[in-house]
């Protein structure tokens, strides 16, 4: 009899690992499953945040300005510097006045300063007399200075949104997150070219 008890005995520890390996299974598979619904729940709302801190960028820009609140002007130094002209040695004395709508921007201005004038005058160092001499040269020119001007501050202004606001949309892009320049105008307050 005591055989029979020891195969008896053997029989259901067998079975006892085989459940407990299939229980382990189980509760393996069901932990995993929780840690990717997790990480998944992660990645959605951190999508969602972003699309959120986007919306909300814009609005945070103009919402310092108070209707009736002069803006802030940030005047740069004047600007000398030899054209593009090839058959003959031009220059040209150009001040510069960025309008912003806050004037904490305007304080950020001033601490990038020295990358804003270089950007400036590599893009003036570009331009031809002819360029620079007619309206919408003019009008172009400060569309540029507008878009070097926050760039050392990391923030990346597409030529498209000025181009989109004045033409047709020819091809339909990836959107992109609108980007509002803090930069709300750029003024001459000299323009000599010679």
Do not use: C, W
Not at 58 to 67: C, G, L, T, W
Not at 90 to 110: C, H, M, S, W, Y
Not at 156 to 183: F, G, H, I, N, Q
């Amino acid at each position: 009899m005591a055989t029979a008890a020891v195969g008896t005995d053997a029989a259901p520890k067998g079975g006892g690992k085989k459940k407990l390996i299939i229980i382990i299974a189980i509760v393996l598979v069901l932990v995993l499953a929780g840690v990717g619904a997790l990480l998944m729940m992660k990645k959605k709302a951190q999508a969602a945040e972003d699309e959120e801190g986007a919306v909300e960028e814009k609005p945070a820009a103009a919402a310092h300005v108070k209707p009736g609140t002069p803006p802030t002007f940030v005047p740069l130094d004047p600007f000398t510097v030899n054209l593009a002209d090839k058959e003959v040695d031009r220059f040209a004395q150009i001040g510069i006045t960025l309008e912003v709508n806050d004037p904490k921007f305007a304080d950020q201005l001033k601490a990038y300063m020295p990358a804003i004038r270089n950007n400036v005058l590599i893009v003036l160092s570009h331009k031809t007399s002819t360029e620079l001499l007619s309206i919408e040269g003019k009008e172009q020119l400060a569309k540029e200075i507008r878009r070097e001007a926050v760039r050392p501050m990391g923030i990346e202004l597409d030529d498209e949104e000025d181009e989109a606001a004045d033409s047709a949309p020819k091809k339909k892009k990836k959107k992109k997150r609108a980007v509002e320049s803090p930069v709300t105008q750029v003024l001459f307050s000299t323009f000599i070219v010679q």
